[in-house]
């Protein structure tokens, strides 16, 4: 099978961004490629030559025509909106089977009440509902589909890979002290995840914080987000128990996250929730959100726990109890099991693969 996977993300910016924590669509398209490569797929993965939605999209969108008038592939799959603006204009006349990716779906945007995300909506519809399979990562983002009109038949939840080889309880962990760790992992700006850690960090007197992401720890000083949670820590009487590490790349992740004891992936953002699968992969317990991949990956009680967001206290509450609990070792075996079962890239190219097979059994929908 000949698979064209399309990304928004232009070519000289690929290779720049794979070693960003965590990876962005340019890292997913990569991983995905060679997973179904793999399986024996025939995989091109291409994106424009500049960013932007406007004639650098239609020049793209004319070279891959081009490309397909002589080569057609067997199935299109396009990773954002943008992506598949450019891939259906590319495929006009030729009949190919479209497979669309939609991260976040157009509910999450709406719900964020940000104008700016919104405005896509109607053409990430209608992409969807004319697409032949239409991948989501979480069961929360399919059943919105549906709530928005998008056939349930041609929904398809596969959430993304984790690398099984470098994300694994197997390896070196960070220098740590005697204290319990708890690691968060994410933006420091507009990330309920730090605040709520740190909210929850008085009443768990014996352990320590450790932010992870942001800016390089060389530009941390200077970072609105990074001194707003400085001044939070000092509020709260526990700075002395806090650390940022600034930005941390894919190859540096693993070893900090096998040096907690816990991570805590207290945002609602979709796009973070495959920080709770890696650091499952790497035999860590998590406690996170109930929402979107986190409620798909952690089995509550048994890989870690799930809370409502934003709840401190009760966040604090489960995490004396865990780290107290001789249960945790089980929960890390279980965590690793759990990320490497379900969520390798092995796994997810093998799902990806049956969707594009289906695909190019069917007709094309109408409308």
């Known amino acids: ?216 720890a060389s530009q941390l000083a200077a970072d609105p987000g990074y001194q707003a949670l400085m001044r939070l820590a000092g509020e709260l009487g526990v700075a002395g128990r806090v650390s940022f590490t600034g930005q941390v790349s894919v190859a540096g992740m693993p070893a900090l996250m096998r040096s907690a004891d816990l991570l805590l992936n207290l945002g609602t953002d979709d796009e973070q929730g495959i920080v709770t699968v890696e650091a499952m992969a790497c035999g860590v317990p998590v406690v996170a959100a109930e929402t979107g991949l986190h409620a798909d990956a952690v089995i509550h009680g048994t890989t870690g726990l799930l809370l409502p967001p934003g709840r401190p206290a009760a966040l604090a509450r489960r995490v004396r109890q865990l780290l107290a609990s001789p249960m945790r070792e089980g929960m890390a075996i279980a965590a690793a099991s759990r990320a490497a079962e379900r969520y390798s890239w092995a796994r997810i190219g093998q799902e990806t693969l049956a969707v594009y097979e289906g695909a190019a059994r069917q007709a094309s929908p109408v409308g």
């Open 1 to 216: 099978m000949r698979i064209a996977l399309i990304t928004e993300v232009p070519g000289p910016l690929r290779a720049a961004r794979e070693d960003r924590y965590p990876a962005g669509p340019a890292g997913r398209s990569g991983a995905l490629a060679a997973a179904l490569a793999g399986l024996g797929a025939e995989v091109s993965v291409h994106g424009p030559e500049s960013p932007g939605t406007g004639p650098g999209l239609r020049a793209f969108a004319d070279q891959l025509a081009r490309r397909w008038r002589r080569a057609a592939p067997d199935v299109v799959h396009a990773q954002s909106w943008p992506a598949g603006l450019a891939a259906r204009a590319a495929g006009r006349g030729l009949d190919l089977p479209a497979v669309q990716t939609l991260h976040p779906v157009p509910s999450a945007q709406a719900q964020r009440g940000d104008a700016r995300d919104a405005d896509p909506i109607g053409v990430e519809l209608a992409l969807a509902r004319t697409a032949r399979a239409v991948l989501v990562g979480t069961s929360d983002a399919g059943s919105a589909l549906c709530r928005f009109g998008v056939p349930r038949a041609s929904i398809r939840i596969v959430p993304g890979g984790v690398d099984t080889t470098r994300f694994t309880p197997a390896g070196p962990a960070a220098p740590r002290g005697s204290r319990p760790r708890l690691l968060v992992v994410g933006g420091l700006a507009d990330d309920p995840g730090p605040v709520t850690a740190l909210r929850a960090l008085p009443e768990v007197p014996e352990a320590e914080l450790v932010i992870a992401g942001g800016p390089p």
